[in-house]
């Protein structure tokens, strides 16, 4: 059995602020800590519920997070650019399953810890098939292009509830309860390892209930800047999208990562 971690880092126990996320902050090596600490319960979780390759994609920001000097020995990594977000490189259609660890809510959500959707300065919704989508939604989508199900989603309370709103009765691990954008109450490290390693084995325990998710083509996508002249340059690079507003654009693609290849570059 081969299962994809895919890894995001503001989802991470003990991560409320964007200073534990963001290389060259003081307090990034602590994040990195804490990440390799939620990574590696997961592996073991795994191990133990009978997987036997495990491929890690480290999906945050520049994805050179997670060290591999850090990383469980039985795993292997998937580090470095050049590749877009949520593209999950390396995953295909030989792996059984995926985990989404680290992962934070879509943005908006009340009291959810760093919710932004994929890049908290420049989008500010992301309407899929007619529904508000995040950055589960739009990666379970990617995974199920490859026929690939979701069967653990890792975070606070507000992305294990998206997850199970959209995916249904996954598995899910909470590992801290968003007070607000930046505070959380948060497990400990220990209790957080915990958690993660019995959810990732109980998710391979029923893995051949879960479907994957996928969209009905062709896929329509409706796309909230923050700002305006962002919309200007995004509509510059997809001139037949039409523009619904001053900040949105709408468009329609085959399939979700022919669009992300392409124009999701400009953020
Ligand atoms: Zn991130």
Same mark, same amino acid.
């Given at each position: 059995?081969?299962?994809?971690?895919?890894?995001?880092?503001?989802?991470?126990?003990?991560?409320?602020?964007?200073?534990?996320?963001?290389?060259?902050?003081?307090?990034?090596?602590?994040?990195?800590?804490?990440?390799?600490?939620?990574?590696?319960?997961?592996?073991?979780?795994?191990?133990?519920?009978?997987?036997?390759?495990?491929?890690? *994609?480290?999906?945050?920001?520049?994805? +050179?997070? $997670? &060290? =591999?000097?850090?990383?469980?020995?039985?795993? /292997?990594?998937?580090?470095?650019?050049?590749?877009?977000?949520?593209?999950?490189?390396?995953?295909?259609?030989?792996?059984?399953?995926?985990?989404?660890?680290?992962?934070?809510?879509?943005?908006?959500?009340?009291?959810?810890?760093?919710?932004?959707?994929?890049n908290?300065s420049s989008w500010?919704?992301?309407?899929?098939?007619?529904?508000?989508?995040?950055?589960?939604?739009?990666?379970?989508?990617?995974?199920?292009?490859?026929?690939?199900?979701?069967?653990?989603?890792?975070?606070?309370?507000?992305?294990?509830?998206?997850?199970?709103?959209?995916?249904?009765?996954?598995?899910?691990?909470?590992?801290?309860? *968003?007070?607000?954008?930046?505070?959380? +109450?948060? $497990? &400990? =490290?220990?209790?957080?390892?915990?958690?993660? /390693?019995?959810?990732?084995?109980?998710?391979?325990?029923?893995?051949?209930?879960?479907?994957?998710?996928?969209?009905?083509?062709?896929?329509?996508?409706?796309?909230?800047y923050k700002?305006?002249?962002l919309?200007?340059?995004?509509?510059?690079?997809?001139?037949?999208?039409?523009?619904?507003?001053?900040?949105?654009?709408?468009?329609?693609?085959?399939?979700?990562?022919?669009?992300?290849?392409?124009?999701?570059?400009?953020f």
């Open positions: 059995m081969k299962i994809y971690v895919a890894v995001d880092m503001e989802g991470i126990s003990g991560i409320t602020s964007p200073d534990q996320c963001t290389k060259g902050n003081a307090l990034y090596p602590e994040g990195r800590k804490l990440l390799a600490n939620d990574v590696n319960a997961v592996v073991e979780g795994a191990l133990a519920g009978g997987a036997k390759e495990i491929i890690v *994609g480290d999906l945050h920001d520049g994805s +050179l997070n $997670l &060290s =591999p000097f850090d990383l469980h020995p039985k795993a /292997k990594l998937v580090s470095g650019t050049p590749f877009t977000f949520a593209l999950l490189p390396c995953l295909d259609d030989s792996c059984d399953g995926v985990f989404f660890v680290g992962f934070h809510a879509k943005a908006g959500t009340l009291q959810a810890i760093c919710e932004h959707t994929v908290s500010h919704k992301l309407v899929v098939n007619g529904e508000e989508m995040g950055e589960t939604g739009f990666c379970a989508a990617i995974a199920g292009e490859h026929g690939v199900p979701v069967l653990l989603v890792a975070g606070d309370d507000k992305v294990c509830a998206e997850a199970c709103e959209l995916l249904g009765p996954i598995e899910t691990a909470q590992v801290k309860t *968003g007070l607000g954008r930046h505070r959380g +109450l948060c $497990l &400990s =490290p220990e209790e957080s390892a915990k958690v993660l /390693k019995q959810a990732a084995r109980n998710a391979l325990g029923h893995k051949d209930q879960i479907k994957p998710f996928t969209l009905s083509s062709p896929v329509e996508i409706r796309l909230t700002h305006t002249h919309a200007d340059a995004a509509h510059i690079d997809n001139p037949k999208a039409e523009r619904i507003d001053g900040y949105t654009l709408a468009f329609q693609v085959e399939k979700l990562s022919d669009w992300f290849g392409r124009w999701g570059k400009r």
